[in-house]
C-alpha cells in the first residue's frame, strides 16, 4: 500500500513539473488563454463616406463623414482622425476629435478647412463602453472642386 502511494506522489509532481515546464515556453495566445479577453480587437467600423478621389465640396458648408453605426456593441465613443495625405502618421495629424455616440450623425467638419486637390485620411476607432477598442478603420479621399 505505501509503495502504491509513492508511485503516485512521483507521478503527479513528475506531471505537474513536466507541465509547467511545457507552458513555460508558451505564450498565452498559444494556449488560448486570451480568447474573449480584454485585449482581443475586433473589426473598427465600415467607412462609407469620404472614401473616393472626386470629393466635389463646391456648395457645401460641410463635408459628412459617414460610417457604419454598429448595435451589436455598446459603443460609448468614437475616436476621429484626419490626416493630410495617405499617411496616417502623427507628423500628418491635422484635427482629432473624440465622438460621442449621443452627438450629432453624421460627423461634419467645415469645408472651408480643406484645400482643392489635396489628399485627407480620415482613421475611425470604435470605444465600447468597458474600454475595449476597435481596430483601425481608414479611408482616404481626395478633394476635387472646391
Sequence with gaps: MKLRVNFWI????????????ILSFASA??????AGS??????GPDLF????DDIDLKGSRYLEFKWRRTDFAYTRTYDFR????????????IFKEII????EYPYRIQSGEFQEGQVYTWVLIQVLNNGRKSDKSFGSFKIMKK
Excluded at 512521483?10 to 515546464?21: D, K, N, T, W
Excluded at 495566445?29 to 486570451?34: N, T
Design 49 to 52: 463616406y469620404p472614401v473616393t
Design 29 to 34: 495566445s498559444d494556449i488560448g488563454f486570451q
Design 38 to 43: 480584454f485585449n482581443q480587437s475586433f473589426p
Design 82 to 93: 484626419l490626416y493630410k495625405t495617405r499617411q496616417p502618421i502623427a507628423a500628418n495629424l
Design 100 to 103: 460621442k455616440v449621443e452627438e
Design 10 to 21: 512521483i507521478a503527479l509532481l513528475f506531471l505537474f513539473f513536466h507541465l509547467g515546464f
